[in-house]
């Protein structure tokens, strides 16, 4: 059996949309997610799995979370599952994308700046600002456009 995660531990806690969560839940519909994930004060908490990527000096490179968060409504027609999110930061900016079953993975938000901080041994970054890729645009049916404000994540990683 897969152990539940440590919400405390390093991961990216994050509530993706307020308003889309919102409107799943208020249409009747359901936000599930999954046992390698956590659901923690409204937000999703997705472990961090792998940093070797990822160069703490420079902020560069990537660093890959697990579980998912799947939202289901409007019997079926709405069927969106956000997994497995990578965050890729280089020089242009950084941006997370995630996997989706049906459609592979998608860039879904570029970050905003954000200041690093320390909490104990992890590293964090909070409060980050997301803001929706135009790649991501059919997975809400075209709903929202590029650069519409998503919900600010929280960032936290093991120090090198
Ligand atoms: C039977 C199919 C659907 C119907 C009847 C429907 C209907 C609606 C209605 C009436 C609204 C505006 C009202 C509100 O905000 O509560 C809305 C908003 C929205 N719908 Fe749908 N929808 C359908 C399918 C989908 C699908 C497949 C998606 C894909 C994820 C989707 C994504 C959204 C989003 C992102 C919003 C805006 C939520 C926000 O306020 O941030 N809808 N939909």
Redesign the pocket.
């Known amino acids: 059996m897969q152990e539940p995660a440590d919400a405390t531990g390093p991961g990216l806690a994050w509530g993706v949309?307020a308003?889309?969560v919102r409107?799943v839940t208020m249409?009747g519909g359901e936000v599930r997610v999954s046992p390698a994930a956590a659901s923690v004060d409204g937000l999703v908490f997705f472990p961090l799995l792998d940093q070797g990527d990822f160069e703490l000096a420079t902020a560069r490179g990537t660093l890959r979370f697990g579980g998912s968060v799947r939202f289901t409504g409007?019997f079926g027609?709405?069927d969106?599952m956000l997994a497995e999110p990578w965050l890729e930061s280089d020089e242009r900016g950084a941006v997370v994308s995630v996997d989706t079953g049906a459609t592979g993975r998608v860039p879904l938000v570029a970050l905003g700046p954000a200041e690093t901080g320390v909490e104990g041994e992890l590293i964090v970054w909070r409060d980050i600002e997301t803001r929706m890729l135009p790649e991501a645009g059919p997975?809400?049916?075209g709903?929202?456009g590029a650069g519409e404000p998503f919900d600010p994540a929280t960032l936290r990683i093991r120090d090198l």
């Open positions: 949309k308003s889309f409107y249409g409007h027609a709405l969106l997975l809400f049916n709903v929202y």
